[in-house]
């Protein structure tokens, strides 16, 4: 079975979230809008936070760079490379990990967007 994290705004303010330095966005499962977002993804993608909660998830997702596991395993979390667009136009890759999580009632997806290169 899998374990589904709860996220709800109010423990949002938790340094896990608002302080942590690697870029986090929380968005709606069902058609992938962008409900929270950290300070460290503002710094990283350039993009305000009222800006954010204006895009969907794809809006600044590109290309994905398939990633083969040699043991043919899958883990509750998703990993993925993909080359993420910057507000200025540039871009770089990153290695997300996305997670299932519940955020004022909505199904979720918390995910981590590590840069990888420019």
Do not use: C
């Not at 942590?20 to 069902?30: A, D, F, R």
């Not at 600044?60 to 043919?72: M, R, W």
């Not at 507000?87 to 990153?94: E, L």
């Amino acid at each position: 079975m899998k374990q589904e994290k709860v996220v709800h705004e109010e423990h949002l303010s938790d340094t896990f979230f608002w302080f942590n330095p690697i870029p986090m966005w929380i968005y709606k499962k069902s058609d992938q809008k962008i409900l929270e977002v950290n300070n460290a993804a503002v710094n990283a993608y350039g993009y305000s936070k009222y800006q954010f909660r204006h895009l969907f998830h794809d809006d600044f997702i590109g290309e994905e760079i398939p990633v083969n596991y040699p043991d043919g395993s899958k883990s509750e979390l998703r990993k993925q490379l993909s080359i993420h667009r910057a507000s200025n136009g540039g871009s770089f890759v990153t290695l997300m990990v996305k997670s299932l999580a519940t955020y004022n009632s909505y199904e979720a997806i918390l995910v981590r967007s590590i840069k990888v290169f420019n």
